[in-house]
């Protein structure tokens, strides 16, 4: 595997199940983010991770759990949805480190999520 | 705070015809300035970036974009389009201390017709 992977690529699951979205990337990064992309609306960041660290939780409900136990490896566990959070979830990961350099970020595919 | 405007939500073109992919940011100082590529179920790609410098930038699949300050505009172009650059074409800004927090456009669809 290379790059940034996501599991599963879809996912349907009802307003009471409880589930997991995984990422892992394979670049050797340090950093790894969530975002969610809705139609007709902007990519919205949800969660940072930098060493394993969350540094950045842009105000996302707590329906939303994320995981980081390496920095390979990074989850999105899921219970009680609303329909609204039905969206393409998309992970990242970037070099990460220093804040006074930007390093590139590299998305995996995406995971579609619907709630119903 | 940052922000994005991407005016054009779909643009058609013709397969040859030049391109030309508008983008506006607000920001209170020079920004961190990309932008990203996403075809039909893939993630997002980055296509070129401007940090510093040559305010005309190149990047891949024979894209540039050019930094005007005194527009708030970080325009993309190509002046040859093929079918394959069909997608859809996200613009961003990041802060210039580097903290890797981008805000996105909305995207804009890019068409192809033969």
């Known amino acids: 595997e290379t790059g940034v992977t996501q599991t599963p690529r879809h996912l349907v699951m009802g307003m009471t199940n409880k589930k997991s979205l995984k990422c892992e990337q394979h670049?050797?990064?340090?950093?790894m983010y969530w975002y969610k992309q809705s139609a007709k609306k902007p990519l919205e960041l949800m969660f940072v991770?930098?060493?394993?660290?969350?540094?950045e939780n842009n105000s996302v409900p707590s329906r939303f759990s994320p995981e980081c136990p390496n920095s390979s490896h990074l989850f999105l566990h899921l219970h009680t949805l609303q329909p609204e959070d039905s969206a393409l979830y998309l992970c990242?990961?970037?070099?990460?480190?220093?804040?006074?350099?930007?390093?590139?970020?590299?998305f995996g595919p995406g995971t579609r999520l619907t709630v119903l | 705070a940052q922000s994005v405007t991407q005016p054009d939500i779909h643009i058609t073109v013709s397969e040859g015809a030049s391109l030309e992919l508008r983008c506006n940011y607000s920001y209170g100082a020079t920004p961190y300035l990309f932008w990203y590529v996403q075809s039909p179920g893939q993630g997002l790609q980055l296509l070129l970036k401007y940090f510093s410098g040559d305010t005309l930038v190149q990047g891949i699949k024979g894209f540039e974009a050019e930094f005007k300050r005194s527009q708030s505009s970080f325009n993309l172009r190509k002046p040859s389009v093929h079918w394959s650059d069909a997608a859809e074409y996200f613009c961003a800004v990041g802060p210039n201390f580097g903290n890797e927090k981008l805000t996105f456009g909305t995207g804009t669809r890019l068409t192809i017709i033969p």
């Open positions: 670049l050797g990064h340090n950093a």
């Open positions: 991770y930098n060493f394993k660290e969350q540094t």
């Open positions: 990242a990961s970037s070099q990460g480190g220093s804040a006074s350099s930007y390093n590139e970020q590299f």
